[in-house]
């Protein structure tokens, strides 16, 4: 019985592929989600893998299990999944996490990142890379409630996470600013996810 309501769900999926000819995980197929509680409530950021378990087994045949990567603050959300793989096998795992509803603009929201070295086996402690202000749901000009016909719409915020050759980590989102608008914010990291650019 899967959707909103009385139930769980599973819901913003999201895929990476490692193609890295350095990667000991080379083949492998990544799929993030996030798991909601009944009415929306509690939710958990989930992974499985597929493939990419050694030379000669690149190809995807059969996914793991799901296993939870991360859960939230007492009280707080976390969603919008977002994983890139680095050049050496390196997972990296960029989500959103916030208290106060879908479209809060509490300025503790953040975006966050986990990384695995072992093939999403294990995860570092999650990193706040920044706070940000969530885009308003439905975003203005204001109906009565999202998809109501009269120019509201839903929105979300979402984080996107790249890697590239050199290994550089590379991570945008889009941000309510001077409660007008809303612009897309880059930051990078050099060091593996240790720090962040500005």
Same mark, same amino acid.
Not at 89 to 108: C, N, W
């Given at each position: ?5 009385? !139930?769980?769900? +599973? +819901?913003?999926?999201?895929?990476? $592929? ?9 083949? @492998?197929?990544? #799929?993030?989600?996030?798991?909601? %509680? ?7 950021? /989930? ?17 793991? +299990? %799901?296993?939870? &990567?991360?859960?939230? $603050?007492?009280?707080?959300? $976390? ?32 975006? /966050? ?14 990193? @706040? ?7 308003? !749901?439905?975003?203005?000009? #204001?109906?009565?409630?999202?998809? +109501?016909?009269?120019?509201?719409? @839903? ?5 996107? =996470?790249? &890697? ?7 991570? $945008? ?10 612009? =897309?914010?880059? #930051? @990078? ?6 720090? /962040?650019?500005?």
């Amino acid at each position: 019985e899967v959707g909103p309501g009385n !139930s769980n769900f +599973d +819901d913003k999926q999201w895929m990476a $592929v490692d193609n890295s000819l350095f990667s000991p995980f080379l083949g @492998r197929v990544y #799929v993030t989600w996030t798991k909601f %509680g009944a009415q929306g409530g509690q939710s958990s950021i /989930w992974i499985s893998h597929c493939g990419g378990d050694g030379p000669g087994q690149e190809v995807c045949e059969e996914f793991s +299990d %799901g296993t939870v &990567v991360n859960k939230p $603050v007492a009280g707080g959300l $976390v969603q919008e999944s977002f994983p890139a793989t680095g050049p050496e096998g390196e997972l990296y795992i960029a989500f959103m996490q916030f208290q106060g509803g879908f479209g809060s603009t509490r300025p503790h929201s953040g975006i /966050w990142i986990i990384k695995s070295t072992d093939g999403g086996q294990t995860f570092t402690e999650p990193l @706040r890379v920044t706070t940000i202000r969530q885009i308003p !749901s439905p975003i203005p000009p #204001v109906g009565f409630a999202a998809n +109501d016909g009269s120019n509201s719409f @839903r929105t979300g915020t979402a984080p996107g =996470v790249a &890697v590239t050759a050199d290994g550089a980590v590379h991570l $945008v989102w889009g941000e309510w600013v001077n409660s007008t608008q809303a612009e =897309v914010r880059y #930051v @990078r990291s050099v060091d593996g996810g240790a720090t /962040w650019s500005t």
